[in-house]
């Protein structure tokens, strides 16, 4: 059982380049959610899915598009991508329902130069 | 506005000490997590808490979910250098909505 599975686990990326985050779970959970935390500032949710087909934005969605076409993958698309997105990004996933554990990824560490 | 508060924001305790970090929502909550972090590495799920007078623990750490305030407690007892990290409160408010987090709390422990 893998878990909540990201990839890559660092990047480096040049001003303007696009790429995709890739997050992928096999516990058939519902939720899945991206995330994005900086110093001090804790883990501010940029899209969130709660099943195939549906996605919503978070607190900090600008520069950022999901699609969730699977119930196992929400993967995480900069379109241009801007040295403010410099980041360490964490996919979760958990079934829907109160009282059930949210899982994570280990995390995607992205410069942007 | 920030839905969920966390205090104190920062914390240097001494080996052996108690100490208590606090979350507070805005809104109501439904279903309340504490995870735990180490500096550049990925989140440990330590509890979650649902109903109102929920109380939880896991090892020295207890948690409790006062739901007519809106706020959970983490309580750390006799805490050593193994406790030092970030902790961050996550809830959500609604069935079906997303999970939020808080700030979190960074803790040291000087021995």
Same mark, same amino acid.
């Given at each position: 059982?893998?878990?909540?599975?990201?990839?890559?686990?660092?990047?480096?990326?040049?001003?303007?380049?696009?790429?995709?985050?890739?997050?992928?779970? @096999?516990?058939?959970?519902? %939720?899945?959610?991206? %995330? !994005?935390?900086?110093?001090?500032?804790?883990?501010?949710?940029?899209?969130?899915?709660?099943?195939?087909?549906?996605?919503?934005?978070?607190?900090?969605?600008?520069? %950022?598009?999901?699609?969730?076409?699977?119930?196992? @993958?929400?993967?995480? !698309?900069?379109?241009?991508?801007?040295?403010?997105?410099?980041?360490? %990004?964490?996919?979760?996933?958990?079934?829907?329902?109160?009282?059930?554990?949210?899982?994570?990824?280990?995390?995607? !560490?992205?410069?942007?130069? | 506005? =920030?839905?969920?508060? =966390?205090?104190? =924001?920062?914390?240097?305790?001494?080996?052996?000490?108690?100490?208590?970090?606090?979350?507070?929502?805005?809104?109501?909550?439904?279903?309340?997590?504490?995870?735990?972090?180490?500096?550049?590495?990925?989140?440990?799920?330590?509890?979650?808490?649902?109903?109102?007078?929920?109380?939880?623990?896991?090892?020295?750490?207890?948690?409790?979910?006062?739901?007519?305030?809106?706020?959970?407690?983490?309580?750390?007892?006799?805490?050593?250098?193994?406790?030092?990290?970030?902790?961050?409160?996550?809830?959500?408010?609604?069935?079906?909505?997303?999970?939020?987090?808080?700030?979190?709390?960074?803790?040291?422990?000087?021995?």
């Amino acid at each position: 059982n893998a878990g909540v599975t990201q990839t890559p686990k660092f990047q480096v990326l040049k001003t303007g380049q696009s790429m995709t985050l890739q997050c992928a779970q @096999d516990m058939n959970h519902e %939720y899945m959610s991206w %995330y !994005r935390q900086d110093p001090g500032m804790g883990l501010r949710l940029i899209h969130y899915s709660v099943g195939a087909g549906i996605t919503d934005q978070g607190e900090v969605p600008n520069g %950022y598009n999901v699609s969730r076409s699977t119930t196992e @993958d929400f993967p995480l !698309r900069l379109l241009s991508a801007a040295p403010s997105q410099t980041s360490v %990004y964490f996919c979760a996933s958990k079934l829907l329902g109160q009282g059930t554990e949210a899982f994570f990824g280990q995390g995607t !560490r992205l410069t942007v130069v | 506005s =920030q839905e969920l508060e =966390q205090s104190p =924001q920062s914390l240097i305790v001494q080996e052996g000490k108690n100490l208590t970090i606090n979350c507070t929502s805005s809104k109501t909550l439904y279903g309340l997590y504490w995870y735990k972090q180490k500096y550049g590495e990925g989140l440990i799920f330590l509890m979650m808490l649902q109903k109102g007078g929920e109380e939880k623990s896991h090892e020295k750490i207890t948690a409790k979910l006062d739901e007519k305030k809106q706020q959970s407690s983490l309580h750390i007892t006799a805490s050593q250098p193994s406790h030092a990290g970030i902790y961050l409160c996550g809830a959500g408010h609604q069935a079906g909505t997303a999970l939020i987090f808080g700030k979190g709390t960074t803790l040291s422990v000087s021995s």
